[in-house]
């Protein structure tokens, strides 16, 4: 098994994605990448705790590659938008990644660049060491399954996760 650390907006949305898809085993919405102890969600979303929202995806490279991992988080996410997802503004929201080792960060670099080709503009995701992880609050955890009918889950999370079961259709679980 192995483990990802990536931000890319609201982590609800990660977190939808990702548990559609064949391989992955855990996904863990958290904070990452700021000086700020034990952060809360409330804290996080002030923008002054450096923290990205962010989620874990632990993942079977033998079901699904890396590179698939990856290329997903370059298609739910628009990785030109510096600091922000759509409506969601702020440091908290912007597009990372958070390697453990040397093997992923250049791993993450070599996505990144892939993902060069197919976006138009320059691409401001981060690729940053892995620092203390920080895990959000329960009822972030495997949101969209649990509030399939919220507002925000409707118009921002159910679009990409139907993107992201279209393009990657080979490895979406079975309804």
Avoid at 47 to 74: C, R, S, Y
Avoid at 103 to 118: L, M, V
Avoid at 135 to 154: I, L, R, T, V
Wanted: glycine fraction near 10%; aromatic fraction near 14%.
């Amino acid at each position: 098994m192995q483990t990802f650390v990536l931000a890319g907006g609201c982590f609800w949305c990660l977190d939808a994605v990702y548990r559609t898809l064949r391989g992955v085993s855990d996904v863990v919405s958290g904070y990452t990448g700021g000086s700020a102890r034990n952060p809360s969600y409330d804290e996080v979303c002030t923008g002054t705790t450096g923290h990205a929202e962010a989620v874990a995806v632990t993942f079977d490279p033998e079901v699904i590659p890396g590179d698939v991992i990856l290329d997903v988080f370059f298609s739910l996410h628009d990785p030109r938008q510096l600091n922000r997802q759509g409506n969601d503004v702020g440091t908290q929201y912007r597009s990372a990644m958070f390697y453990a080792d040397d093997e992923q960060k250049a791993a993450f670099e070599t996505a990144r660049d892939r993902a060069s080709g197919y976006w138009d503009g320059g691409i401001v995701t981060t690729v940053e060491p892995l620092g203390e992880w920080y895990e959000a609050e329960a009822y972030h955890q495997d949101f969209f399954a649990k509030n399939p009918g919220q507002g925000y889950c409707m118009a921002v999370a159910v679009p990409k996760v139907n993107k992201i079961r279209k393009s990657f259709a080979e490895y979406v679980l079975a309804s």
